[in-house]
Nanobody, 129 residues
Framework: QVQLVESGGGTVQPGESLRLSCVAS?????????LGWFRQAPGKEREFVAA????????YYADSVKGRFSIWRDNSKNSVYLQMNSLKPEDTAVYYC?????????????????????WGEGTLVTVSS
């Protein structure tokens, strides 16, 4: 099992940046499983944002954030991060950290929720002028 705790959300103006962090408390070696970020905007379904495989960390992004967001992991700190640049009002959402403990460590793009089976509580990002 794993517990995921996100931080770093807040309110910013369009064009600004934020960095989200997620720390995992796990009995399984952190570096062996894939991780991801998802988001849910008010009145909308949860959607995929970005994912990273186990070490060395192949990455995959939603088209809507490609070129603006970056995901990376620090296995020594049991942490995964999401750097969000050039934020837009449509990026406003609750952002969730997720982990795939049942998969092989690779990004499972064809699976429901990319195979993620553990979720954090979320952190709110608001982009508004």
């Amino acid at each position: 099992q794993v517990q995921l705790v996100e931080s770093g959300g807040g309110t910013v103006q369009p064009g600004e940046s934020l960095r989200l962090s997620c720390v995992a408390s796990t009995q399984r070696t952190f570096s062996t499983y894939a991780l991801g970020w998802f988001r849910q905007a008010p009145g909308k379904e949860r959607e995929f944002v970005a994912a990273i495989s186990w070490s060395p960390g192949n990455t995959y992004y939603a088209d809507s954030v490609k070129g603006r967001f970056s995901i990376w992991r620090d296995n020594s700190k049991n942490s995964v991060y999401l750097q969000m640049n050039s934020l837009k009002p449509e990026d406003t959402a609750v952002y969730y950290c997720a982990a795939d403990l049942s998969g092989p460590g690779m990004i499972r793009a064809g699976a429901e929720n990319y195979g993620m089976d553990h979720w954090g509580e979320g952190t709110l990002v608001t982009v508004s002028s």
